[in-house]
């Protein structure tokens, strides 16, 4: 057992990504590891443009039926995506550490679908078994700028050049120009660009 | 049943002594317990089909005690207790969940500088969790709180009072979003 320090400087061979994640132009992504948990299987599962960069807390939880976009120049410093079905980033984006971005909540509400969720989860359970969940994607426009620690839930839409600040949890759409935070979120300053 | 070393552990530390693991129960690695000194004669007891997923730490004082029912998932949660904590079966905890009591919540003006022992010892809480929780990411459960069977703790909620059984509660400050009606024979109570 050897750590191979490329793995964690960005010096690994990015095309040993799956082959259905395509890297734009001069990217430079900080460690493998950050997709170790990649198993979409869509075609393409996920697209990152020119000169994106993606340090080593970022990590992708990505479902067999998930597809993430990331536009190009954006920075993603340590976003935890959690993609059960589509999460996409616009161009020149910036995320801060520790930033949850889902677009499921990855279990039911119901009570009785939740029991029989925790059965067919444990570590012995039929995972074929777990109830249907519900996503809804989540669309990050343009210049955007996520803050250390905000959460987005499913079916956000943040328009182009909000800023979402620290510890934010974004459970509705953030409009265009706005900045907004707390818990939920809700505007503090700022008006729509268009 | 008391495993000593997990067959799958890369931590060259044994289990604790006082921790008792139930049938089909998994837990990630010895390192979990890194932060635990519980002195009681159980210190940790954990149902069957139970799994303890990476990054949970059991942080735990000399005077702790902390019980966790069958078919729980905690993915990668602090518990950080002096005091008695408690989770129902069928529960699920979600990553960067900490879940601490008052005396280790509220350190004072820095918890660099506080006295650790005299806090913890002046306070006897004991937080309980109930059957089928749902406590989503990032949230925090501080205090000697109690959380009602079934309830679910959206994400980053800060909760520091009580929740009642099938609620929904959100938010810093925390608060009601709605009630949960279950499902036909979801519960018996």
């Known amino acids: 057992m050897g750590l191979d320090e490329r793995d964690i400087t960005g010096q690994w061979d990015y095309r040993s990504l799956p082959p259905n994640v395509r890297v734009g132009e ?29 340090y080593t807390w970022t990590t992708f939880n990505v479902e067999p039926a998930g597809y993430v976009e990331v536009g190009d120049d954006s920075l993603l410093v340590g976003a935890i995506f959690m993609c059960a079905e589509r999460i996409k980033i616009g161009r020149n984006v910036t995320i801060s550490y520790h930033v949850t971005i889902a677009d499921s909540d990855f279990h039911p509400t119901d009570p009785e679908l939740r029991i029989r969720d925790a059965i067919a989860n444990s570590p012995h359970g039929d995972r074929s078994q777990r109830p249907a969940i519900i996503s809804r994607p989540v669309t990050i426009d343009d210049d955007a700028w996520i803050g250390i620690g905000a959460i987005i839930l499913k079916g956000v839409h943040i328009g182009r050049g909000a800023r979402i600040q620290a510890g934010a949890v974004v459970a509705h759409d953030v409009q265009a120009g706005t900045t907004v935070a707390g818990n939920p979120a809700i505007p503090i300053e700022g008006r729509q660009l268009e | ?49 139970t799994g303890i997923y990476q990054g949970t730490f059991f942080d735990l004082g000399p005077e702790a005690e902390v019980e966790i029912g069958n078919y729980c998932s905690l993915v990668g949660v602090i518990v950080a207790t002096n005091g008695r904590v408690s989770i129902g079966d069928y529960s699920f ?13 509220t ?76 499902g036909k024979g979801a519960s018996t109570r």
């Open chain 2, 107 to 182: 350190p004072g003006p820095s918890a660099a500088t506080a006295k650790p022992s005299s806090a913890r010892a002046s306070v006897a809480n004991s937080l309980e969790i109930g059957r089928n929780v749902w406590i989503g990411t990032q949230a925090t459960v501080v205090g000697g709180v109690r959380i009602g069977e079934g309830a679910i703790i959206g994400a980053g909620t800060l909760v520091t009072h009580d929740v009642p059984p099938f609620t929904i509660c959100a938010g810093n400050p925390m608060r009601i979003v709605r009630t949960i009606s279950p």
């Open chain 2, 1 to 49: 049943m008391t495993a000593s070393r997990l067959e799958h552990d890369w931590f060259s530390h044994p289990l604790p002594e006082n921790v008792r693991l139930g049938e089909r129960t998994w837990v990630y690695s010895s390192y979990a317990f890194r932060h635990y000194r519980s002195r009681r004669a159980i210190g940790l007891r954990v149902g069957s089909h």
């Open chain 1, 26 to 54: 001069n990217c430079w992504l900080e460690r493998r590891d950050s997709f170790a948990r990649f198993r979409s299987e869509q075609t393409p599962g996920l697209i990152l443009g020119d000169r994106v960069r993606i």
């Open chain 2, 93 to 105: 905890i979600a990553h960067e969940v900490v879940i601490a009591d008052t005396s280790w919540a």
